[in-house]
């Protein structure tokens, strides 16, 4: 990891409007908690519907999108990459330090208000809000790999992103059994589902299926965007 590349990516990331956009979904969330929690629905239930079906159904993945997309997408859009990559820097660890920037910052604006909002909902008993929070920190990690890696394949990165986390996360991932092994959000759940209680956390992957597709993922996305970064430094180049 570059420190240097590591400090420039977060000054990037959060000087700029798109932080408005970011701090805005932790708060929703928890706005939705406070106001969810004096509704008067059984708790288990509405914990999965806010933490499950909002949090890691959609708010996680746009988080990643957002992070990994702003970490390295705006700079090959404006040209101001090809100053990073005149530098003697391998782009393997270009690629690692913006990602670790990318991880960290999806961490702390899902993970953390998740946690936070699962104690409004539902405290700390069953480990469910225990097991809702890993899940969101191995699927935030997944989706700022794959949405890094998309910021570097295309121009397009954040229309192409949010078609694949409303569509096929969101709904087709979500609800559609044979493709529920191919979304990251029920990989999360089937951690949650393994840190929680028996029986309170229900996951339809099994978690050596979801814990194998989540480091092929992360780390396959990683690679094809170190060897997609060094491609457009000879094609700068040239």
């Known amino acids: 990891m570059n420190t240097t590349v590591a400090r420039l990516t977060a ?25 969810a929690r004096n509704s008067g629905l059984d708790e288990l239930d ?33 040209g101001s990459i090809v100053y990073l990559l005149a ?11 913006k990602l670790a920037v990318a991880v960290g910052s999806t961490w702390l604006l899902s993970a953390v ?9 539902y405290g700390t008993g069953d480990q469910v809000v225990l097991g809702y929070t890993v899940g969101a920190l191995a699927s935030g990690a997944a989706y700022s790999a794959v949405f890094l890696l998309l910021g570097v394949l295309t121009r397009h990165a954040v229309i192409a992103g949010l ?3 409303l569509i096929w996360e969101s709904l087709i991932g979500g609800y559609v059994e044979g493709a529920q092994t191919l ?35 992360g ?7 170190s060897v997609k970064l060094a491609g457009l430094t000879l094609s700068s180049d040239e």
């Open 183 to 217: 979304s990251v959000q029920q990989w999360g759940l089937s951690l949650a589902e393994a840190i929680a209680a028996d029986g309170t956390v229900i996951a339809p992957v099994g978690l050596g299926t979801a814990l194998w597709l989540l480091v092929v993922v």
């Open 113 to 121: 208000p998740i946690y936070v909002a699962g104690l409004l909902l």
């Open 219 to 225: 780390i396959g996305a990683t690679a094809y965007a």
């Open 46 to 78: 509405l914990v999965h519907r806010v933490l499950g079906t909002l949090a890691l159904g959609t708010l996680v993945p746009i988080t990643g999108l957002i992070v990994g997309t702003g970490v390295i997408a705006t700079e090959i859009e404006d």
């Open 11 to 35: 000054r990037g990331l959060f000087g700029r409007r798109r932080v408005l956009i970011l701090l805005a979904v932790p708060v929703l969330l928890l706005v939705v908690s406070v106001l």
């Open 87 to 97: 530098k003697p820097l391998p782009r393997w660890k270009i690629v690692t330090t």
């Open 163 to 165: 078609a694949y986390a």
